[in-house]
């Protein structure tokens, strides 16, 4: 069995290994689909925080099933996965949020990947394809962490989201708060992402931070309201601090992107708006199975995000590219 293993921050290699022993209460599937995410090129350039190497990367899988015994699945199914395996016993497990386990292991961050021709998962992981395709597996995981941010965020129709972030993960924002009946502001500093948030998911108002006065742009948008939901999806420390500037009175401010160092904001400005902050990680099977759902119903085409597509095999030459924004990349999408 081939795999691609992360040595240290910016180094790859392939190695060889065997075919891992399926344990009780496990399941073997063969990989066939392996989205690129932020978590990965983190990783490779040693900024995502949780981490260390070596590792396998690779969380946004689409497979065939193998073996395992698990019920109602018959080998040649198409399934992805939920990769955040959790203990089942601590308090956020026990208060229905596996997603924040207490002793998480991500596939990927904590534990080893799915960047190999096969992998050993936890069969309570699984999800069935359901006659999405390879394609579409792979990206439902990135797309149920937008879900859930939103979720959390708990929009309303007719109320302004500011999504600050146009990569794959504050793509999916967008798109579940437009489900829910937001209207949503995009910001970038990347005008060749704006202008696929109009085109490609016609997102009516966009932003671009570095050259737009952004508190008066949102008052034009808003009507002098100011947003009243704030999504970040950049897990950069300055765009994190400054979105507090943008809450109307009574928003809630959701963070999604991860960022290393402490935050810091007015406490008066926040205490008189009487807002709410919150974080959102990971997401749950609930919002697993939004995704799925919405992609069935074109709600959603996934299929808008993939950008850039390349072998197994290829990867390791092609991986420190889709670090650099003149690559134009919105999802690298990998095939075995």
């Not at 500011?162 to 504050?170: C, F, K, R, T």
């Not at 704006?194 to 808003?222: G, M, P, W, Y």
């Amino acid at each position: 069995m081939k795999q691609l293993v992360c040595i240290t921050p910016g180094e790859l290699e392939y190695q060889n290994a065997e075919t891992p022993v399926t344990p009780a209460q496990h399941s073997l599937i063969k990989i066939k689909r392996i989205g690129i995410c932020g978590t990965d090129l983190h990783a490779y350039e040693g900024t995502q925080p949780f981490f260390n190497y070596p590792r396998i990367l690779g969380h946004e899988l689409a497979a065939e099933y193998v073996m395992g015994g698990a019920s109602g699945f018959k080998p040649g199914q198409a399934v992805t996965i939920i990769p955040y395996f959790n203990c089942g016993k601590c308090i956020a497990c026990r208060s229905g949020k596996p997603n924040c386990c207490s002793s998480i292991n991500v596939c990927g961050v904590h534990v080893d990947g799915g960047m190999r021709e096969y992998l050993v998962v936890p069969t309570y992981s699984l999800l069935h394809g359901d006659g999405l395709s390879f394609d579409e597996l792979a990206l439902v995981e990135p797309l149920a962490i937008g879900a859930h941010g939103v979720r959390r965020a708990g929009v309303q129709p007719g109320e302004f989201v500011l999504v600050i972030g146009a990569g794959p993960i504050g793509l999916g924002i967008m798109e579940f708060a437009r489900i829910a009946g937001g209207n949503v502001i995009a910001m970038d500093i990347n005008e060749q992402r704006l202008a696929f948030c109009r085109e490609k998911l016609q997102v009516a108002h966009t932003i671009n931070a570095a050259s737009d006065n952004v508190t008066h742009r949102l008052q034009e948008i808003t009507n002098n309201d100011m947003p009243t939901v704030v999504i970040d999806a950049t897990g950069s420390l300055k765009a994190i601090n400054n979105a507090f500037q943008y809450m109307a009175h009574g928003a809630r401010y959701v963070l999604v992107g991860l960022q290393k160092n402490e935050i810091s904001f007015s406490h008066p400005e926040f205490h008189k708006r009487e807002a709410t902050l919150m974080s959102s990680r990971n997401a749950t099977r609930e919002d697993f199975d939004l995704v799925m759902q919405s992609m069935k119903k074109k709600l959603v085409n996934p299929a808008t995000y993939i950008t850039h597509r390349v072998t197994f095999d290829q990867v390791k030459s092609e991986f420190a590219s889709w670090l650099k924004p003149e690559t134009g990349v919105i999802k690298a999408m990998v095939e075995l």
